[in-house]
């Protein structure tokens, strides 16, 4: 089955550009969406089909994909983005929804 | 605007099963796939499998195949997730959520809290 490996954990100060990184075979070749999950509530997609932003979603947030590694950016980081960020992908040879592992994002 | 609204939280004994709902609103609901998805506490997310509303016809992911079952019914707009045969390790939240038109997740419902416990 298809696997999307994310960082556990990114920690950064106000301010800053996060980068949160997906890898998968091949997964240049794949549409990627993101999600953000704040405690206690449900995911919210934040990027879709690798670098559109839904309306209500700050420019901030931003997306690449490429070769073996797609990556959700946010700049000039604010307290309110600490949250746990989710990528996925359709994998077509299965027909499935495939979920990465998760980052949590900590704004010191 | 899209809302689904899910069942309330369920507490259940191993070996039982557990049918949760998810009533949407504000768009046509068998225009887009109903997912679900789960959360086990502490944990990331899961996905389940899909019903297309319109068709009736569904895909499991694999771990799921023989203890899932994804229905819906037009008339009320609202598509339902069965889990049979209950263990402790099924103690999650079960999400479900529209399929947008790039294939996202765009929708989500507010999650319901399914324990399993003797």
């Known amino acids: 089955s298809y696997v999307l490996t994310q960082p556990p954990s990114v920690s950064l100060a106000p301010g800053k550009t996060a980068r949160i990184t997906c890898g998968g075979n091949n997964i240049g070749s794949k549409s990627v969406h993101w999600y953000q999950q704040k405690p206690g509530q449900a995911p919210v997609v934040v990027i879709y089909?690798?670098?559109d932003r839904p309306s209500g979603i700050p420019e901030r947030f931003s997306g690449s994909n490429s070769g073996n590694t797609a990556t959700l950016t946010i700049s000039r980081v604010e307290a309110g983005d600490e949250a746990d960020y989710y990528c996925?992908?359709?994998?077509?040879?299965?027909?499935?929804?495939?979920f990465g592992t998760g980052t949590k994002v900590t704004v010191l | 605007q899209v809302q689904l609204v899910q069942s309330g939280a369920e507490v259940k004994k191993p070996g039982a099963s557990v049918k949760v709902s998810c009533k949407a609103s504000g768009y046509t609901f068998t225009d887009y796939y109903m997912h679900w998805v789960r959360q086990a506490p502490g944990q990331g997310l899961e996905w389940m499998g899909w019903i297309n509303p319109n068709s009736g016809g569904r895909k499991y992911a694999q771990k799921f195949q023989d203890w899932v079952t994804m229905t819906s019914d037009t008339s009320i707009s609202t598509a339902y997730m069965e889990l049979s045969r209950l263990r402790s390790d099924d103690t999650a939240v079960y999400y479900c959520?529209?399929?947008?038109?790039?294939?996202?997740?765009?929708?989500w419902g507010q999650g319901t809290m399914v324990t399993v416990s003797s």
């Open positions: 089909y690798d670098s």
């Open positions: 959520a529209t399929e947008g038109n790039k294939m996202e997740l765009q929708v």
């Open positions: 996925q992908v359709w994998d077509s040879s299965s027909d499935h929804r495939v």
